[in-house]
């Protein structure tokens, strides 16, 4: 009998199950169904759930301290452990973490280059919600707030690279008890200041586009008297993160994707989780809706889609009946010469495609735009603590302006017929014209530089948005992180 013994203490000891309250197990040991690890001062759990009606487990976070069960992450989300065979995760002896379907291996954190004697290595959670692995000496090797679901929680970051090309999206659930990956998706451009939604692979909704050299920081106020905050921040190698904090611990928040589609802003108050602020929600929020060189002005007209100044549809008969994606195109073509123009536009939701041309103050901002043809429009931002503007071209065809004179911002597009553009363009396009003629690009005159000095000051918006009484505020200030 004795090799009975034996064999069961092997087996035993390969899986040691764990004991109440612990924040991390290690190499070798493991947790099955109805067993949690819980964060050292108990905000958030580690388990395995079954969402909503469903049989299969899965393993995830979520808050502890909440009654309604709220998953922040999910492991293995397309590879459910289906009723009737055990769930097990543990860290296993080659120092991954590992969600096993009774013997089978379902999910693995698939760290690379393990080497092949680990001999201490294990899986903490951390009281901000992530899951981290540690390989002895090595230290963290894997994070779960790297591989995200569909949350976004206060000290995450999301990010993407345009150098390397990596980019990390939030993934919305197939439907609330399907955490499989749905059809919506939420990540950064890569190449502006900018959160893109995509529907599939569609452009769904983007926020505005955001101009800053280093980083950019925004806020939302409610009246629970909560402020989140969340900031761009660029960094040299060129990855570009956000992190959002808020002003207050007692408040439990989170940026969810919703299976319908909507990135939403959501807090804990009481007994309930209130929707804050989402995205999109008007028909002019949704990407593009009416065509390329169209305003789209909620509230403001009907319909909704109107041509820019200079521009008709496309199509009338389409237009007409109301199918607006065809968009409009110019009357005049370019004449790329002194016939051209800018018109005015405020209170604007930025079209998509911005390109930033750096170091340019603001005449040369409007000059780069002008001198080549392709440039359809240009705007500029004023970023405190430098002495440049950022200066944004469009080289495309304009499309998802939106006019919303809350977020707003100033967008110059270029027309040909001069005639359109009101008294105080009319001076500024003869000015860029003999400065363009005269002087060419290289003129940095002393009052240009006093106009690039008082660009310090930044200019503070209070945008009142819709939803519970939220304010957006657009530039609390740039530069800040905040940590
Ligand atoms: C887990 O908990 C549920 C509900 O308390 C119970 O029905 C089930 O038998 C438990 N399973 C195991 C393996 O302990
Ligand atoms: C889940 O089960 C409950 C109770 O049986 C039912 O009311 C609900 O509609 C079910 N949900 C789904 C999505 O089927
Ligand atoms: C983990 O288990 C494997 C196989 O049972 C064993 O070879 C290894 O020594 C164990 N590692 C530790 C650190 O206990
Ligand atoms: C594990 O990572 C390797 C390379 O890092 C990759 O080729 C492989 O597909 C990954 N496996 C899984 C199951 O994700
Ligand atoms: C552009 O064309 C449309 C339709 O022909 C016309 O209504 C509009 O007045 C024109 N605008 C300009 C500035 O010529
Ligand atoms: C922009 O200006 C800064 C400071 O004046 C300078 O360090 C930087 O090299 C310039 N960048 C480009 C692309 O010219
Ligand atoms: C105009 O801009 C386009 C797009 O950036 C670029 O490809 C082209 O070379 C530019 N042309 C001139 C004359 O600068
Ligand atoms: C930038 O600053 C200049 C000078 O203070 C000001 O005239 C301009 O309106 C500002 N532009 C924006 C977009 O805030």
């Given at each position: 009998?004795?090799w ?5 203490f ?31 001062e ?7 759930f079954?969402?909503g ?5 899965y393993?995830?976070?979520w ?17 459910p ?17 590992v ?9 693995t954190?698939?760290?690379s ?6 001999h ?13 692995l ?17 949350t976004?929680v ?7 690279n ?57 806020g939302?106020?409610s ?53 804050l ?7 002019c ?21 109107n ?5 008709q549809?496309?199509?009338?008969n389409a237009?007409n009946v109301?199918?607006w ?14 016939g ?7 209170g ?6 911005a390109?930033?041309?750096?170091n ?7 000059l780069?735009?002008f001198k080549n043809c ?10 405190t ?11 495309t ?12 911002r ?14 105080s ?17 290289a ?21 009142i948005r ?8 657009g530039?609390?200030?740039?530069n800040?992180?905040?940590?």
């Open positions: 009998m004795q009975l013994w034996c064999l069961l092997i087996v035993s000891s390969s899986f040691l199950p764990l004991s109440a309250s612990v924040n991390s197990i290690s190499i070798n040991s493991s947790i099955s169904i109805n067993q949690t690890i819980i964060s050292a108990g905000k958030f759990a580690l388990g395995f079954s969402p009606n469903s049989t299969s487990s393993l995830g976070i808050y502890n301290t909440i009654p309604k069960l709220t998953v922040i992450w999910v492991a293995n989300r397309a590879y452990v289906p009723k009737g065979s055990p769930p097990v995760f543990r860290v296993s002896e080659d120092g991954n973490l969600v096993l379907s009774g013997r089978e291996v379902v999910w954190s698939n760290v280059d393990i080497s092949a004697s680990i201490s290595a294990d899986a903490v959670l951390l009281d901000n919600g992530n899951l981290v540690r390989h002895g000496e090595d230290g963290d090797v894997w994070h779960s707030f790297d591989h995200p679901t569909d976004f206060p000290e995450m970051r999301i990010s993407s345009k150098k390397t090309g990596k980019e990390m999206r939030l993934t919305s659930w197939v439907n609330g008890e399907d955490p499989r990956p749905g059809i919506f998706s939420i990540g950064i451009d890569p190449n502006r200041l900018q959160v893109n939604l995509w529907k599939r692979d569609e452009p769904y909704w983007r926020s505005n586009v955001y101009a800053t050299t280093s980083s950019y920081a925004t939302f106020e009246k629970l008297g909560f402020s989140a905050y969340f900031s761009f921040v660029v960094q040299d190698d060129g990855e570009v993160y956000l992190v959002y904090s808020t002003s207050t611990n007692t408040v439990r928040s989170r940026f969810t994707l919703a299976p319908s589609g909507r990135i939403q802003l959501l807090a804990w108050v009481q007994i309930a989780w209130i929707v602020w989402q995205e999109p929600l008007d028909t929020d949704f990407y593009g809706y009416c065509g390329p060189f169209t305003i789209c002005q909620q509230y403001v007209s009907i319909p909704v889609c041509c820019l100044k200079g521009f549809p496309k199509s009338h237009w109301g199918k994606t065809g968009g409009c195109v110019r009357n005049n073509t370019l004449s790329c010469d002194n051209d123009g800018f018109v005015k536009y405020e604007i939701k930025l079209p998509d495609h390109v930033t041309m750096r340019k103050s603001i005449n040369e901002c409007e780069e735009c392709s440039c359809t429009a240009y705007a500029y931002e004023n970023v603590n430098e002495v440049t503007i950022v200066c944004l071209n469009w080289f065809e304009l499309v998802d302006i939106q006019s919303n004179s809350f977020t707003g100033v967008l110059y597009v270029r027309v040909h017929n001069i005639k359109l553009v009101d008294d363009q009319k001076h500024k396009s003869t000015h860029i014209r003999k400065s363009f003629i005269a002087v060419g690009v003129i940095v005159s002393i009052g240009l530089l006093i106009i690039v000095v008082f660009s310090y000051f930044w200019r503070r918006e209070k945008l819709k939803g519970n009484g939220v304010s957006l505020m530039h609390l200030g740039r800040n992180q905040f940590s």
